[in-house]
């Protein structure tokens, strides 16, 4: 299992329209095979960062989703869209393994 985490820098006064974005790629990323655990949205704190993550069974399922992505009609114009509004500004992926408790 591995888990996809993005931290995004955002233009502060385009938050609406990354939201719109957000929503978009929900439904994507399960549509490919992931389990999405939601986008999170600047409340306190900084205005202009944003995270997301996203879980797949392994990092070739993953790597086979970012493929498959790239000729996928609606994940197309979810990029499109993002670089129209060019509301994000840079961000950064990580990937991260969980570790859960024993089992007794």
Known sequence: MVTCYLKYVL???????????????????EKFGGQH???FLPSEGANN??????????LAEYERYRQDSMNDA????AFKYAEDKKFILSYERSFFRPVFGDQA
Not at 12 to 20: L, T
Not at 49 to 58: D, G, K, N, V
């Open 37 to 39: 655990h939601g986008y």
């Open 11 to 29: 233009d502060p006064y385009q938050i609406g329209a990354f939201e719109h974005y957000a929503k978009l790629w929900i439904p994507l990323v």
């Open 49 to 58: 960062i944003a995270l997301a993550m996203f879980t797949f069974a392994s």
């Open 74 to 77: 609606d994940c197309i114009a």
